[in-house]
Structures are given as structure tokens and as C-alpha cells.
């Protein structure tokens, strides 16, 4: 009997087997978070694991569950010093790798949070600007 197999770019497609970009789903499943297994998608590769952190909390309007009372991923990840940023907008405007996110919460008093300014620099950006700056009059 022969083997059936499908293969694209992307996907390879075995009896029992499952690949995506080289990798089998079964061993990314409940290894690598959904913002890992996107990049993965997307890019053909893994992110870098401060990355993933940061992919996970662009794809997150919030993470915790709506109606949560305790915050228990807040509280978990703020104890492991991971920054949350939820409710970005325009981020289908960034480019997939290359720019630096510089955050500026504003603080409140007594508050656990507050909200953000969430800037992207873009390398080509920066370079114009510092030229601009080193550009007597």
C-alpha cells in the first residue's frame, strides 16, 4: 500500500504525522503557546522565549477570563517580572521582527495597574531621527 502524504511550504501531512515548518504538532501541543505556534506559522521559526512572552501579551486583549474576580494570571505573571500589555492596538502596522517596544505606564496611586502608552521604534525611524539630531543648523 502506498503512503499517502500532502506537503506544503508550511504543512506536511503523513499518516499519523503531522508537521508544521518542520516540526510535529503533537510535540509543539502543550509545549508552545498559541503566539508561539502563529510565529511559528508565520515566520518559519520559533521566537526567542522573551519573544514569546511579549507575542502572548500583543494577542491578548486580557488574560485573564472577563468576569475574574482574583486575576490569577496577572498575579502570576507579574510575580515572575513578565510585563502584561493588553488592548494594543495597530499592531498589524509593526513589522514581523526589528523594532523596539518601550512601554510607559502611567501610574496610579494605590492602584495594581493602570494604563499604558505602548510605543513601537522602528529601526529605520530611529536612524532618520538620530541624523536628525547630529544635523547642525
Known amino acids: 500500500m502506498t503512503e499517502t502524504k500532502w506537503q506544503t511550504a508550511i504543512t506536511e501531512v503523513k499518516p499519523n504525522e503531522l508537521r508544521l515548518r518542520g516540526y510535529r504538532i503533537d510535540e509543539l501541543m502543550g509545549a508552545k503557546s498559541f503566539a508561539e505556534a502563529a510565529w511559528l506559522c508565520w515566520l518559519g521559526e520559533l521566537p526567542r522565549p522573551e ?48 523594532f523596539t517596544v518601550v512601554a510607559l505606564p502611567i501610574k496610579i496611586r494605590g492602584g495594581s495597574g493602570g494604563p499604558l502608552r505602548a510605543i513601537a521604534i522602528l529601526p529605520e525611524l530611529a536612524t532618520q531621527s538620530n541624523a536628525a539630531a547630529s544635523t547642525p543648523e
Do not use: C, Y
Open 51 to 98: 519573544w514569546a512572552a511579549l507575542i502572548t501579551a500583543m494577542f491578548t486583549a486580557s488574560i485573564d477570563h472577563g468576569p475574574s474576580k482574583q486575576f490569577e494570571t496577572h498575579r502570576v505573571l507579574f510575580e515572575a517580572s513578565v510585563p502584561v500589555f493588553e488592548n494594543l492596538a495597530g499592531l498589524d502596522e509593526l513589522p514581523p521582527a526589528g
